[in-house]
Nanobody, 127 residues
């Protein structure tokens, strides 16, 4: 199983943008869907975005559609989450994860089966 390491979190004002990265090491994730999840204090972890192994199919949680964009670079074994028009409700720890199904055509919040988690990166949006 590849190890996943997120980066790019931080403090940003409402309306701003951040780009998160998730780098895989110790194994390739190029044949697996990848996802971003987040967990705010006192709340359950929720699905944010998913991308198929090829990058050709993406899916998003309802709260981030139109604002967040997930992408991947398989040559770099890295997945990204571009977050625009951030608001305080986006404040959370953001985790990336790999799906555990080989070349699943599309990954969503309902079919995602986590193979590995990253350690998370904090995103704080101030008002």
């Amino acid at each position: 199983q590849a190890q996943l390491v997120e980066s790019g979190g931080g403090l940003v004002q409402a309306g701003g943008s951040l780009r998160l990265s998730c780098a895989a090491s110790g194994g390739t994730v190029s044949n697996y869907g990848m996802g971003w999840f987040r967990q705010a204090p006192g709340r359950e972890r929720e699905f944010v975005a998913g991308i198929s192994w090829s990058g050709g199919r993406t899916s998003y949680g309802d709260l981030v559609k139109g604002r967040f964009t997930v992408s991947r670079d398989n040559a770099k074994n890295t997945v990204y989450l571009q977050m625009n028009r951030l608001n305080p409700e986006d404040t959370a720890i953001y985790y990336c994860a790999s799906d555990n199904v080989y070349k699943r055509p599309v990954v969503t919040g309902t079919n995602f089966r986590v193979g590995s988690w990253g350690q998370g990166t904090q995103v704080t949006v101030s008002s």
